[in-house]
């Protein structure tokens, strides 16, 4: 009995604080098992000859996306996390799949307090380009405090920004604070 006692107490002890968080979204649960096992594909709801929908950048709720030279990083110390998107051409294939990922998957990104610019012209020389000096596509993740945090030669989807995010000390810093203010 002692025994068994004991290995339900081991097993009850790994699994470690009940945490308070929010039950996961069945949309976000049903997408990515739908990307594990693909011989699960949803239902169609269009003929294949119709068009894409287009996504608009600024979906309600979602980060903001916004042009390089419109903004200035300035404008985002200590309020948001700038991630940077350049790209040589707005045609750039990997410019538009980490858009377009960045667009679908805002709500990782939403808590995060995380602004999305763009800029795919580099003859604009944007104080962005002047300041970070991208070659080709590049991904840059900025914290609020202005720093240089994580730069990427290829796309990146959004649950790994925000797994990134999770790890810095600033982040941490917020999910305690944010623990104790309620």
């Known amino acids: 009995m002692k025994l068994k006692f004991l290995i339900f107490a081991m097993a009850l002890a790994a699994m470690g604080p009940g945490r308070e968080a929010p039950a996961p979204d069945p949309e976000t ?11 699960r594909l949803p239902p169609v709801a269009q003929s294949p000859d119709a068009p894409e929908p287009e996504v608009s950048p600024l979906t309600e709720g ?30 750039d294939p990997a410019f538009v799949e980490q858009v377009g990922a960045l667009q679908r998957d805002w709500r990782a990104l939403g808590a995060r307090d995380v602004v999305v610019v763009t800029d795919s012209d580099p003859a604009a020389n944007t104080v962005w380009r002047q300041q970070l000096r991208p070659r080709g596509f590049s991904l840059v993740l900025i914290d609020k405090d202005g720093q240089v945090k994580i730069r990427r030669p290829s796309p990146w989807d959004a649950r790994e920004i925000g797994r990134a995010i999770d790890r810095l000390p600033l982040r941490r810093q917020e999910i305690g604070r944010g623990s104790l203010l309620r």
């Open 62 to 91: 979602a980060p903001p996306v916004l042009n390089a030279a419109e903004v200035d990083p300035q404008d985002f110390l200590w309020d948001a996390r700038p991630v940077v998107v350049f790209a040589d051409t707005p045609g």
């Open 29 to 39: 649960v049903r997408d990515s098992t739908l990307q594990r096992n693909p011989a």
